[in-house]
C-alpha cells in the first residue's frame, strides 16, 4: 500500500495543480484553451473517480476518447453473435460484453431465452469449453485494443497445438493510432493533445504516438492510471501547449517502452493483419483493425458460419457515438441519468465500466 499512497499524496497533487497554473494563465491571457483528450477508458475512470477535472483550471478542457473497447464495438458485431447464439453456437464472451445492446437485444437476453453464453474470464477458458465440449462449436468474441489482442489470439496457436478445431474467433480487434489519426483529421473536432493509453502503450510503445508529435504540432504525453500520473501528464501537456511546443513523452517509462512488447507485436504480425473496422459512433475506419491471416483463416467464425456483418441500429436518441468522439459530454445526452442509468444503460458507454457515461454516472452525474 505504500508504493500506492506515492501516487495519491495530496500535497503533490496541489503542487501538481500550482504548475499547470502559470501555463494555463497564459493561455488564458490569450484566449486560448487546451482541449486534451484523455484516450483510455481506465484514464476516464480513474479521472472521475478521483476528481481530477476539479483540480485543472479553466483553461484546460479534458475531454474524453474512444478508448473503451466495448464502446466501440459496432452495434452489427453484436447482432452476429446474437445470430450465432441462435443459431445453437456456443458463443463465449468477457461479461462486458453481455449487456451492450445489438439493434434489438442483448446476448444476455437470449441467455436468458436459453442460448449458451458462457462468460469467460480468459480466451484460455474458451478453449477449455471447446475441449470440454468437442460436439459443439465454440466462438469466442474477440475485441478488444492493442492490450488484448495477444492474449486472445494466443488461443490459435494454443488450438492448433492441441488439435482443437471446434473453436473460432468473432473479431474485432482495434487498433488505437489509426483512430487518433481519424480524430485528428475530422473538422468537427477539435484535439490539442493526447493524454495517451497506458495498457495500450505497453503493448505498442510510446513511439507509436511520435508522428503526431512531428507531423500533427499534437503533444502526446504517455501516463499511467493513479491520479499524480494523470495530473502529472496533464501538467506536461498544458505547458507544452502554452509554450507552443509540441513532444512525445513517456511520463509511465516504468511499464512502458519506446519500442513497445516485441513478442507481443511479434505475434499479432504473424497471425492478424490489418483490415478495416467499423467503430461504434465514428465509423468505417481503413486499417483501424486486426483480422485472422489466410493462413489461419480456419478459425475466423465469420467465414466459418457464413456471417455477414452489417451495420446495425443504433437507438437514434443515444449519444454515444458523440460522447466517443469528445463531441459532447455524458451530461449532453438527452437520455443521461434519466431512461439511460447503469440498471438499463441504452448504449454501451453506460454498460462498460470503463466507459465514460458510466464514469459520470457513478462518480459525479455532472463530467
Avoid at 506515492?6 to 501555463?23: C, K, P, S, V, Y
Avoid at 477535472?53 to 466495448?70: E, F, K, M, Q
Avoid at 489470439?153 to 473479431?171: C, K, P, Y
Wanted: hydrophobic fraction near 45%.
Amino acid at each position: 500500500m505504500k508504493y500506492i499512497d506515492g501516487f495519491r499524496d495530496r500535497e503533490t497533487a496541489l503542487f501538481l495543480r500550482n504548475r499547470m497554473t502559470g501555463a494555463a494563465e497564459r493561455l488564458a491571457a490569450d484566449g486560448r484553451t487546451a482541449r486534451v483528450m484523455e484516450v483510455c477508458g481506465s484514464h476516464t475512470m480513474a479521472i472521475a473517480r478521483y476528481g481530477v477535472r476539479d483540480l485543472l483550471p479553466p483553461a484546460v478542457d479534458l475531454i474524453s476518447g474512444p478508448g473503451c473497447p466495448v464502446c466501440v464495438t459496432d452495434t452489427g458485431y453484436i447482432d452476429a453473435a446474437i445470430e450465432l447464439a441462435r443459431r445453437g453456437v456456443v458463443v463465449a464472451t468477457f461479461g462486458d460484453l453481455m449487456r451492450v445492446p445489438g439493434s434489438r437485444e442483448t446476448l444476455a437476453r437470449v441467455r436468458a431465452e436459453g442460448a449458451h453464453v458462457p462468460v469467460c474470464y480468459s480466451p484460455a477458458a474458451a478453449l477449455e469449453i471447446a475441449k470440454r465440449e468437442p460436439e459443439n462449436e465454440v466462438v469466442f468474441l474477440a475485441i478488444g485494443f492493442e492490450t488484448t489482442v495477444a492474449p486472445v489470439i494466443s488461443i490459435v496457436d494454443a488450438a492448433r497445438r492441441d488439435g482443437v478445431r471446434n473453436i473460432s474467433l468473432l473479431t474485432a480487434f482495434k487498433l488505437v493510432p489509426p483512430a487518433l489519426r481519424a480524430l485528428l483529421d475530422d473538422p468537427a473536432i477539435r484535439v490539442d493533445a493526447f493524454l495517451c493509453p497506458a495498457h495500450v502503450s505497453a503493448i505498442i510503445g510510446a513511439d507509436a504516438y511520435r508522428p503526431f508529435v512531428e507531423d500533427d504540432r499534437v503533444p502526446c504525453v504517455v501516463a499511467g492510471f493513479e491520479p499524480l500520473d494523470i495530473l502529472l501528464g496533464i501538467a506536461e501537456i498544458v505547458e507544452q501547449f502554452a509554450a507552443g511546443e509540441a513532444r512525445l513523452v513517456n511520463q509511465y517509462s516504468r511499464v512502458v517502452k519506446p519500442e513497445g512488447n516485441r513478442k507481443a507485436l511479434n505475434l499479432m504480425k504473424r497471425l492478424l493483419e490489418p483490415v478495416d473496422a467499423a467503430w461504434r459512433g465514428i465509423g468505417v475506419i481503413p486499417g483501424s483493425g486486426l483480422g485472422l491471416r489466410a493462413e489461419v483463416a480456419e478459425f475466423d467464425a465469420a467465414k466459418r458460419f457464413g456471417l455477414v456483418i452489417d451495420a446495425g441500429k443504433t437507438n437514434p436518441a443515444c449519444k454515444c457515438g458523440d460522447v466517443l468522439k469528445g463531441v459532447i459530454r455524458p451530461r449532453e445526452c438527452p437520455l443521461f441519468g434519466g431512461v439511460c442509468h447503469p440498471d438499463n444503460p441504452i448504449g454501451p458507454c453506460m454498460v462498460s465500466s470503463e466507459g465514460s457515461c458510466a464514469a459520470a454516472f457513478k462518480y459525479s452525474r455532472c463530467a
